[in-house]
């Protein structure tokens, strides 16, 4: 869209180069300034060590066989896993990678990752089954997965009533009565009773 653009300059075409890229890409060729005969030479710079075809693929190879290990059922977390798993996947294909044809390794390293919890609920849709899983049915399994605990691990966190705090509003909530005057109140806030003087020996 840019370099195609017989209506930018060489010096808009730097412009934009410079702000699409971010870190080490931008660190390569912030020493060049911005000038027309400097948008072919950081073009270049860029285009060799990023459109490097073998180093790419060992980048999501490398994605691949470094996906994180799942210690509990998050959904967030299996969300991620799942996400960065195919995103590795496309990425490969789009460079031509065989992939179509790694599904038995793709599913072992998948489902090596997933937490205990989710090894167990896989291998139970498995069942008795002797033909391996392919990646879709693996996949799919992910999908129905983080549905699940989606609503599941809110109702997880849901804090339980205190025993105190109900008995509290219960206490609260209950009628007092007076045993002198059938007032509404307390016995030692009753006026009849503090008005009459007590026998001697009277116990409260």
């Known amino acids: 869209m840019v370099i195609s653009n ?99 390794v793709l599913v072992y390293i998948g489902v090596q990752r997933l937490d205990p919890a989710s090894r167990k609920a896989w291998e139970l849709t498995l069942g008795n089954a002797t033909d391996f899983p392919t990646f879709q049915e693996y996949d799919a399994f992910l999908e129905s997965r983080i549905g699940a605990l989606d609503f599941i691990v809110p109702l997880k966190s849901e804090k339980p009533i205190k025993p105190k705090l109900l008995s509290a509003h219960v206490a609260s909530s209950a009628t007092i009565t007076c045993p002198v005057c059938k007032g509404n109140h307390l016995l030692y806030k009753c006026t009849n009773f503090s008005s009459n003087p007590r026998p001697t020996g009277t116990i409260l």
């Open 6 to 104: 017989r209506n930018l300059s060489q010096v808009d075409k730097m412009q934009y180069l410079c702000s699409a890229l971010k870190g080490e890409a931008k660190a390569a060729i912030t020493y060049l300034p911005i000038t027309d005969a400097n948008f072919e030479i950081a073009w270049k710079i860029v285009h060799s060590r990023y459109a490097n075809k073998r180093r790419l693929i060992n980048a999501h190879l490398n994605a691949l066989f470094t996906l994180p290990y799942l210690a509990t059922e998050s959904p967030k977390e299996m969300r991620a896993l799942r996400d960065r798993l195919n995103g590795a996947i496309q990425a490969l294909k789009i460079l031509e990678r065989p992939v179509d044809s790694w599904s038995d």
